[in-house]
C-alpha cells in the first residue's frame, strides 16, 4: 500500500498523543482537525508538516484519507465517524464508542455497506502485563476462575494537570463524561480476559467535593456466562494512582499490577513474579500499529465496532442497574446487530 494518508479529529490530550505516535511511526501524511483550529496549529507545528484545520469536510475532501482517527468527546464519536466511513476511510474510533447505544447499530451497519472497518481504541488490550495475564488465565494457570476484581482510580485534577478539569469532557455529563464511560477500559479488560458477562448489579455516585456534574465512583457486581463473579471499581478519587486485577481460580490466584504479573497456585511455597512493566505509551503505539496494518492489509482488526459495542452495552447496563435498583440481564452475546447471526 502507498504511504497512508490519516486525520486525526479532536487535537485534545489523546488525539495529540497519537498524532505523535503516527509521526514516530513513520506516518508523514497526517492532517490534524479541531473545531479550535489554532490547537490544530499548535499540534502541526509540534508534530511538523502536518496539514491542520477546523472543517472536517474540506480535509476529508482534500486529503482523502485511508484513516481517520475520532478523538473527540464521546459524543461527537458517531457523527465524525460516519462522515469518514461515508467518505471511504476507515475508522479508529477511541473509546466508548459512543454515549448512548442510539446510533451505533446504524453506524456499524454503515461501515459493512462502505467496506471499510471501524477499529476500537481500547489500548489496554495492548498492554504486555495484561496480555500475559489474560494468556496466563485461559492457559488454566489457576485452574477454573471462580472471582476476581478489577480496580483503577486516579483523582481527575491529576489526569491532566495542565488543564482545567471542569472545562474537560470528563467533567460534562452533556459531552459523554463521567468515570464510568471514561474508565471503559476496566470493562472491556472484563469481556477480554474474563470472558462475557451475563448480568450486573450497578451502583454510580458523586461523593466528593469535585466540581463535575458527573459521576465520581462507579461499582459493578458482573456475573459471567461462565458462572464467576467478578466485581468492577472506578473512580476519580484517588490521590495514588492505582490499577490493579484479580483473579482468583479453583487452583490459585493471578495478579496484574503495572510492574508486572504474579500468580500462586495451591500448594506453592511462594509467588512466581514475572516483571511486564512497560512504558505507559507502548500501548498507545501498538494499537496504532495495529490500525496501520489493518489498512496495509485490508484485514479488519479484531478490537472492531462490535467489541466497541458489547462494552459499552455493558457499561451502559452498569448505569440502567444503578438508575432503577434492579439487576439487569444481558443478551448473549451482549446486543447482537440487526440482521447478523
Known amino acids: 500500500m502507498s504511504e497512508p494518508r490519516l486525520i486525526v479529529v479532536g487535537c485534545g490530550s489523546i ?4 498524532a505523535r505516535n503516527l509521526r514516530a ?10 473545531l479550535d483550529r489554532a490547537r490544530a496549529e499548535r ?7 502536518a496539514v491542520a484545520g477546523a472543517d472536517l469536510g474540506a480535509l476529508l475532501a482534500s486529503e482523502r484519507p485511508q484513516g481517520v482517527l475520532v478523538c473527540t468527546p464521546p459524543t461527537s464519536h458517531l ?13 479508529f474510533c477511541e473509546k466508548p464508542l459512543a454515549a448512548t447505544l442510539d446510533g451505533t ?20 488490550r495492548f498492554h504486555p502485563g495484561l496480555r500475559r495475564f489474560r494468556e496466563l488465565l485461559a492457559d488454566g494457570a489457576i485452574g477454573r476462575l471462580l472471582t476476581g476484581q478489577l480496580w483503577a482510580g486516579q483523582y481527575l485534577p491529576d489526569w491532566h494537570p495542565w488543564a482545567d478539569y471542569r472545562q474537560e469532557y470528563s467533567a460534562r455529563r452533556a459531552q459523554g463524561g463521567g468515570v464510568l464511560l471514561d474508565s471503559i477500559h ?33 461499582t459493578a457486581l458482573v456475573r459471567l456466562t461462565g458462572g464467576a463473579i467478578v466485581q468492577v471499581h472506578v473512580d476519580y478519587l484517588q490521590r495514588h494512582a492505582s490499577s490493579r486485577i484479580e483473579a482468583i481460580g479453583s487452583e490459585g490466584t493471578l495478579v496484574w499490577e503495572r510492574s508486572g504479573v504474579r500468580w500462586r497456585r495451591a500448594g506453592d511455597a511462594a509467588w512466581t513474579d514475572e516483571p511486564c ?17 489493518a489498512i496495509a492489509t485490508g484485514q479488519p482488526p479484531a478490537l472492531d465496532g462490535d467489541e466497541g459495542r458489547a462494552t459499552l452495552a455493558l457499561a451502559l447496563a452498569v448505569r440502567q442497574s444503578a438508575e432503577t435498583g434492579r439487576r439487569v440481564r444481558l443478551p448473549v452475546p451482549p446486543l447482537p446487530l440487526a440482521g447478523v447471526a
Open 15 to 18: 488525539g495529540s498523543r497519537h
Open 25 to 34: 511511526l513513520g506516518v508523514e501524511r497526517i492532517a490534524l482537525c479541531d
Open 43 to 49: 499540534l502541526a507545528a509540534e508534530v511538523g508538516g
Open 79 to 91: 457523527a465524525v465517524a460516519g462522515r469518514a466511513l461515508g467518505a471511504g476511510a476507515h475508522v
Open 105 to 124: 447499530e446504524e453506524l456499524l451497519a454503515l461501515a459493512r455497506t462502505r467496506g471499510r472497518f471501524l477499529m476500537m481504541g481500547m489500548c489496554y
Open 186 to 218: 476496566s470493562f472491556d479488560v472484563l469481556r477480554w480476559a474474563f470472558g462475557e458477562p451475563a448480568e450486573v448489579t450497578g451502583m454510580l455516585g458523586t461523593v466528593s467535593d469535585l466540581e463535575i456534574d458527573t459521576e465520581d465512583v462507579a
Open 277 to 293: 512493566a512497560a512504558d505507559p505509551n507502548t500501548m498507545y503505539v501498538e494499537e496504532l500499529r495495529a490500525f496501520l496494518d
